[in-house]
């Protein structure tokens, strides 16, 4: 099985801080994504990688920066932490051209105090 | 902007019965299409994909696609409470190079037992 891995469950940072989330997957894949999750609002796109050291905005890319340094980890890095980014963020990988779909981390539970 | 649109529900129905959850999106192009599940705190699990026009079945689960009505539906025979979570559909982009898959906002279920 493809296992996506999200380095921390639940995490309470404070404001100001700087926040990496990582992200490693171990079946090869070609792309991986940050998507945050809030109620009502759905997931949306961050920024996504279609391959090493290539990176591309999504919907919602501001306060946010992401490294892809190897092919199977993706980090997101909030540059200064803010209460608005309290959030679920999960990371998804997916081989080739994306018609298998994703396959989803467990996610991280953010909470900025 | 793509959209795939879903109710939110809460769609309720007894145990044993039939839960039928539809999807419509608005990216013509489409060819590929998800159905992911996804329990409260958790991340979503990939359910079910389907690429052609009809039905296509596994267990409990039949998923309809309609390109030319731009629907896709999913059929859950003989629910469970376990099936009870919120149901996402997902449709891949179109487009040279977008690997990415548009979310709906799910729709939640609830099985009363």
């Known amino acids: 099985d493809v296992k996506v891995t999200q380095s921390s469950r639940y995490l309470v940072k404070r404001t100001g801080e700087k926040v990496f989330l990582e992200c490693v997957q171990d079946?090869?894949?070609?792309?991986m994504f940050w998507y945050r999750q809030d109620p009502g609002l759905g997931l949306r796109l961050i920024y996504f990688?279609?391959?090493?050291?290539?990176?591309e905005k999504g919907d919602i890319p501001e306060g946010y920066s992401v490294s892809r340094e190897k092919k199977e980890r993706f980090s997101l890095i909030l540059e200064s932490a803010s209460t608005n980014q309290t959030s679920m963020y999960l990371c998804?990988?997916?081989?080739?051209?994306?018609?298998?779909?994703?396959?989803f981390g467990s996610g991280t539970r953010l909470t900025v105090v | 902007q793509k959209e795939v649109e879903q109710n939110s529900g809460p769609l309720s129905v007894p145990e044993g019965a039939i839960a039928s959850l539809n999807c419509t999106y608005s990216?013509?192009?489409?060819?590929?299409f998800f159905w992911y599940r996804q329990y409260s705190g958790k991340s979503p699990e990939l359910i079910m994909f389907?690429?052609?026009?009809g039905d296509k079945e596994d267990g409990r689960f039949t998923a309809q696609l309609n390109k030319a009505s731009q629907y896709v539906s999913l059929l859950i025979r003989d629910s469970q409470p376990s099936d009870s979570a919120t149901y996402l559909c997902?449709?891949?982009?179109?487009?040279?190079?977008?690997?990415?898959?548009?979310f709906g906002k799910g729709t939640k279920l609830s099985v009363i037992p």
């Open positions: 389907i690429y052609s026009n």
């Open positions: 990216d013509r192009g489409s060819q590929s």
């Open positions: 990688s279609y391959d090493v050291k290539m990176k």
């Open positions: 998804a990988s997916s081989p080739g051209q994306g018609t298998r779909g994703y396959t």
């Open positions: 997902a449709v891949k982009e179109s487009g040279a190079g977008s690997y990415q898959l548009t």
């Open positions: 079946m090869d894949h070609e792309n």
